[in-house]
């Protein structure tokens, strides 16, 4: 009913920037809150930044200042804009959507992951 797709991640290097995107699509009624996640090799996946419906933003401090999540209602996408990367940013990156969907006449909650894009910086 619902699908998110990932794209713009890619192979950069040190100071380089990256913007990355998910868009959703189906059966939407209301996208609430959207996180965007990172995990690296060997480690636990860590939340690195967050949008709410109403436009309010928080950031991971390992990436504060540097990246900017946004989000296009209308597109239903958010980006996340990552400046001044660093060696230490590179892992996969996951959007996190809760949303309403329609199904059977109704509306109901759901929370959908992207398939995940990789980030690599290196010099």
């Known amino acids: 009913q619902v699908q998110l797709v990932e794209s713009g991640g890619g192979l950069v290097q040190p100071g380089e920037s990256l913007r990355l995107s998910c868009a959703a699509s189906?059966?939407?009624?209301?996208?609430?809150?959207i996180y965007w996640y990172r995990q690296a090799p060997g480690k636990e996946r860590e939340l690195v930044a967050i949008i709410t419906s109403g436009g309010s933003t928080n950031y991971a401090d390992s990436v504060k200042g540097r990246f900017i999540i946004s989000r296009d209602n209308a597109k239903s996408t958010v980006y996340l804009q990552m400046n001044s990367l660093k060696v230490e940013d590179t892992a996969v990156y996951y959007c996190?959507?809760?949303?309403?969907?329609?199904?059977?006449?109704?509306?109901?909650?759901?929370?959908?992951w992207g398939q995940g894009t990789q980030v690599t910086v290196s010099s």
């Open positions: 996190h959507v809760e949303l309403l969907y329609w199904s059977g006449g109704f509306t109901h909650p759901g929370d959908y």
């Open positions: 189906g059966s939407i009624s209301r996208i609430n809150n």
